[in-house]
């Protein structure tokens, strides 16, 4: 079971920082392996609920624990199969639901229909609209933000870098309430009452906005100019375009032309009088040779009409033509995929500031996960060893460090050995995913979870992350989503109470006849 989470769940949670290469799969495991281990091992809960989400009633099973043991097996080994299956499909499933449909499966079976709470599970059946229609429109309008503000705005990275201490603020402030909530199960921190909870998380926040303006923003600043490889990689058009996107010069291209030329006088930079001669559309024979050595697909068309327009010397509707074409075409997508050729491409160092934000709510996300999500896994092996040890059936069972400790291992083998699987279907296949849309993903997911936690409203993981997924890609145009796919992780969520209940219950019926 804990082998599937990791596979699918932990996969899913990672599949937005994976697919827009903020991290490689390598360091997913990598983090996940010191994240998820240490949130179940470390925080995780000292006791698991015997009867998951309270789905079934445990006063029937008072004078016959063994069922009771006999029933957690079967619902163990029937919750595995099922996440084997879906992550062989790459579907993103819930584990939650998977291990609540198994419990009631074999329930059915030993007790009759009157054990089940019908109203509980009709109530998790209903966050699978819930889930993704709260957490989509919450991402669809994060994003539309974003791009606004400052992906489409005149200087991208100059946006990118006013307003990252305001995401810090958020991403730490919603993270940190949400560990403080329902993250870390041991500490008790959730008994705090609820405005102390947002104290903190909004002192945690601002500490982090602070680190972030006054430390994180120059590094970046610095690390931007500095990397000498992106410049070597830029063709005339990509270096264009990177001076339009990462200056606060004016637009005016005398003014421009002015300050460049001053730095120059200064400077032995080769990059710099590269840049210079683009913008003030000189020197164009030496450059001929290198446009027609670079790899960019679409481009030549475009470059053909960019060179007749630099060769009339109007530096004006030159420096005018150029922006309009390298913004074009600058940093083309390589995917041939049509699916990935429907969303637009954006500033690169823009993005690159995401990046940050994204490998951090992807630690904090597995740290939390790890402490919470693994009772999943080690919630029924912790009540059949209880029952054994004692013979009486508890609402709650005692976990033992090695049940936590086995726990968290078998989530970073199952992340490390199929995890890519439900990875690519998040990551890339569902939609085009960049670091700037993985981060409006993550921020909408956590911040779904967390408040319908708190109010109260049925609410999955799993699914506000596909939902959030395809509320980004739909802000990119309904083209962008591959809506096979995703009526195919729709069909999943539904399929899996009835998958999981019935194989449950003929694996408990198979059982019993052997064992009883």
């Known amino acids: 079971m804990a082998l599937g989470i990791g596979a699918n769940d932990v996969a899913n949670a ?195 906005c602070s680190i972030s303006f006054f430390f994180i923003r120059p590094i970046i600043l610095q690390y931007i100019k500095c990397d000498q490889s992106i410049y070597k990689r830029m063709t005339k058009l990509q270096a264009l375009n990177y001076l339009i996107c990462c200056s606060s010069l004016p637009s005016d291209s005398e003014l421009i032309e002015d300050k460049m030329e001053d730095s120059i006088n200064n400077s032995n930079d080769r990059t710099c009088k590269f840049l210079y001669d683009v913008v003030t559309c000189s020197r164009l024979d030496e450059y001929d040779k290198q446009l027609a050595a670079d790899n960019i697909n679409e481009e030549n068309e475009i470059e053909k009409e960019q060179e007749d327009i630099l060769r009339t010397g ?50 904090f996300a597995s740290f939390s996960h790890g402490a919470n999500d693994v009772a999943n896994a080690i919630g029924p092996l912790a009540a059949i060893i209880d029952i054994y040890s004692t013979g009486v059936v508890q609402e709650e069972a005692p976990v033992a460090t090695w049940i936590l400790a086995l726990g968290g291992v078998g989530i970073v083998i199952g992340l490390a050995i199929w995890g890519y699987r439900v990875i690519f279907t998040i990551g890339r296949n569902l939609t085009k995913v960049t670091p700037s849309r993985g981060f409006n993903m993550e921020l909408a997911t956590a911040t779904t979870v967390i408040s319908a936690s708190t109010l109260g409203l049925p609410i999955s993981t799993t699914h506000a992350q596909v939902g959030s997924v395809t509320g980004v890609g739909f802000a990119s145009g309904k083209g962008a989503i591959n809506w096979w796919l995703f009526a195919n992780i729709l069909a999943s969520w539904i399929v899996t109470l009835p998958f999981t209940a019935g194989s449950s219950a003929l694996i408990y019926l198979i059982i019993s006849k052997i064992c009883l």
């Open 314 to 363: 109007n530096p004006n509707s030159c420096w005018i033509k150029c922006k309009e074409i390298a913004l074009k075409i600058a940093f083309p997508e390589k995917s041939v995929e049509e699916l990935h050729a429907e969303a637009e491409d954006f500033n690169p160092q823009a993005e690159s500031v995401f990046s940050s934000l994204q490998v951090l709510t992807a630690c």
């Open 14 to 208: 990672f599949g937005t920082s994976v697919g827009s290469k903020s991290i490689t799969l390598k360091q997913a495991v990598i983090i996940a392996s010191i994240f998820e281990f240490a949130g179940a091992f470390l925080v995780g809960s000292s006791v698991a609920e015997t009867i998951k989400s309270g789905i079934i009633n445990i006063d029937d099973y008072t004078s016959t624990p063994e069922v009771l043991m006999l029933g957690m097996f079967s619902a163990l080994i029937s919750g595995a199969i099922w996440l084997g299956i879906a992550s062989w499909l790459k579907l993103p499933v819930s584990t939650t639901h998977s291990i609540v449909g198994a419990v009631v499966g074999f329930s059915i079976v030993a007790q009759g229909f009157d054990s089940v709470k019908w109203g509980e599970l009709g109530f998790i059946a209903l966050s699978w609209v819930t889930s993704p229609v709260i957490s989509g429109i919450l991402a669809f309008l994060l994003f539309l933000f974003t791009k606004k503000a400052i992906l489409k705005s005149q200087f991208p990275f100059y946006w990118s870098l006013t307003l990252m201490p305001l995401f810090w603020f958020l991403t730490f402030t919603i993270v940190s309430f949400s560990i403080i909530y329902k993250g870390t199960p041991s500490l008790n921190l959730e008994e705090l009452p609820i405005w102390q909870g947002i104290v903190i998380s909004i002192a945690i926040g601002l500490l982090a």
